[in-house]
């Protein structure tokens, strides 16, 4: 569920909650105010307060009615006291007044003082049903038999209602903050804290990357925005810690490319120094110890210039400052080509190098010539340096597919161990450990191999068995008539 459903959620929760729980509390508080809910008479099932309020209510309405059919029983002292004696028990009191005059007064209305409340409403032309106090005041106009005007006051005390109301009203507000407190802090806290243990889940994460330790996975478990923020945070520390792997990685492979430039460097060096020293010794005391001598020299440094022309082209590719110069190529043709000029090279006088095809059609392909013919004198180089076997064959085979052009050289060797196959493509790697540099060669070719095919869009493996021999396999991309990829 997203953060954004969640939190909709929990606003109406908020609204809807609070709403029904105040309304249970108010139904408990009023029947915890009135006991006479279930109890009064006539059975109707009302509050006390209720009930007196309708006999009041019934009462006034039979007072109503004479003032407009019979104004002059209000003349009669027994009825008027009958009458205020009925209104009494209900907390009302009753006045009438003839021509002005005050002709009956309840002992009700005298002992609560209210002539104020009554001249003040004998000046007023509308009927004041609430006074502006706790009083309520009735007011009726009546015409006696003999046209003198008259008016009936009914005065009732509302007392009771007040009291139980300035107790009941608190109760009901002091329960309705409660509930909405209550409840909000309750789904509040609950929200809060769904975002917040996340949040310090992702905190302790980044402390522990702070610290270094980048083994600490993060896992939240979670569908919504966070759980997306924690899955980037965890793919985040794993890129990070394969970073620093690879960083640490690197940084052994720029001292193990150290040591084997020294290496490989010292080794021929070495080799001039002794047949210097032989010269100068005089232990090339005959020409033809000299010529050889010389012959040593020049061939030591031969091979340090060889290293130092393929170190040079491998940190050029590593660093992509070495540009190809792609062009529309048949690899077909090429490739035909290639093994007619590697069959004059003198290496090859004992290596049977064949050729197949598995169609005669033009393979299309965009290369730089010059780049891909170093991969195939680098292959076939590789191959020459550790052919063992009394017959040396060499195969070259190309395979058109639909998008790519595969080549497949393999020799008949002695072929790779399984463990060292996956590190032949690796710089200044050989297969034997005593990277002796007459057999071994310099251990940058397949990897210049590797990186000029990459460089060009395709890609590169090995399959070796022990005894059997290599198969080195590249592929390129094929284009269509107008030089595309496909």
Not at 231 to 236: D, G, N, P, W
Not at 281 to 296: F, H, L, P, S, V
Not at 410 to 437: C, K, M, Q, V, W
Request: proline share 3%; charged share 25%; net charge negative.
């Amino acid at each position: 569920m997203s953060i954004k459903k969640r939190l909709l959620l929990s606003y109406i929760a908020m609204t809807i909650i609070p709403i029904v729980l105040f309304v249970l509390i108010a139904t408990t508080l009023v029947s915890s105010f009135y006991k006479g809910m279930a109890g009064t008479e006539g059975g109707k099932g009302m509050p006390a307060f209720w009930e007196t309020a309708n006999q009041r209510r019934d009462l006034i309405a039979g007072v109503k009615f004479m003032t407009q059919t019979d104004p002059d029983r209000f003349t009669d002292s027994e009825f008027l006291k009958k009458t205020d004696g009925q209104l009494n028990r209900l907390h009302t009191g009753l006045v009438v007044l003839k021509n002005n005059q005050v002709s009956f007064t309840s002992p009700f209305v005298s002992n609560l003082h209210l002539n104020t409340e009554i001249q003040e409403l004998q000046t007023s032309q509308s009927q004041e049903r609430w006074g502006k106090s706790r009083y309520s005041i009735e007011k009726y106009t009546i015409t006696y038999s003999d046209g003198t005007a008259g008016t009936v006051y009914l005065l009732s005390d509302l007392k009771s209602f007040f009291n139980e109301a300035s107790k009941f009203f608190p109760l009901l507000l002091l329960s309705l903050l409660l509930v909405i407190g209550l409840t909000n802090g309750f789904l509040t806290f609950l929200v809060s804290r769904s975002f917040i243990k996340p949040l310090y889940t992702l905190k302790h994460a980044a402390e522990q990357i702070k610290e270094g330790n980048l083994e600490q996975e993060v896992v939240l478990n979670r569908k919504d925005e966070i759980g997306e923020l924690g899955a980037s945070f965890e793919e985040m520390r794993i890129r990070l810690n394969e970073s620093i792997h690879l960083q640490l990685e690197y940084e052994e492979n720029r001292k193990e490319l150290i040591s084997n430039i020294s290496h490989d460097l010292k080794t021929p060096i070495t080799g001039i120094k002794a047949c210097v020293q032989g010269i100068q010794e005089g232990i090339a005391d005959t020409a033809m110890k000299q010529e050889k001598y010389i012959n040593m020299i020049a061939k030591k440094a031969e091979d340090m210039d060889h290293l130092i022309d393929e170190l040079m082209l491998y940190s050029k590719l590593d660093l992509n400052r070495l540009p190809f110069y792609l062009e529309p190529i048949d690899l077909h043709l090429f490739l035909q080509d290639c093994v007619e000029d590697l069959r004059l090279d003198p290496r090859m006088e004992e290596i049977n190098l064949t050729f197949f095809a598995e169609t005669v059609r033009p393979v299309s392909i965009m290369a730089d010539r010059e780049k891909l013919r170093r991969v195939m004198m680098n292959i076939i180089g590789n191959s020459l340096i550790y052919m063992n076997k009394i017959q040396k064959e060499i195969r070259v085979e190309l395979f058109d597919d639909k998008t790519k052009a595969t080549v497949h050289i393999r020799d008949n060797g002695p072929g790779i161990e399984s463990g060292a196959l996956s590190h032949i493509f690796d710089r200044f790697y050989r297969a034997d450990p005593s990277r002796n540099t007459e057999t071994g060669g310099s251990g940058l070719g397949l990897a210049i191999v590797k990186q000029i095919v990459e460089g060009q869009g395709g890609s590169v493996w090995a399959e070796s068995q022990l005894g059997e021999g290599t198969s080195i396999y590249f592929t390129l991309p094929k284009t269509n008539n107008e030089g595309e990829q496909e």
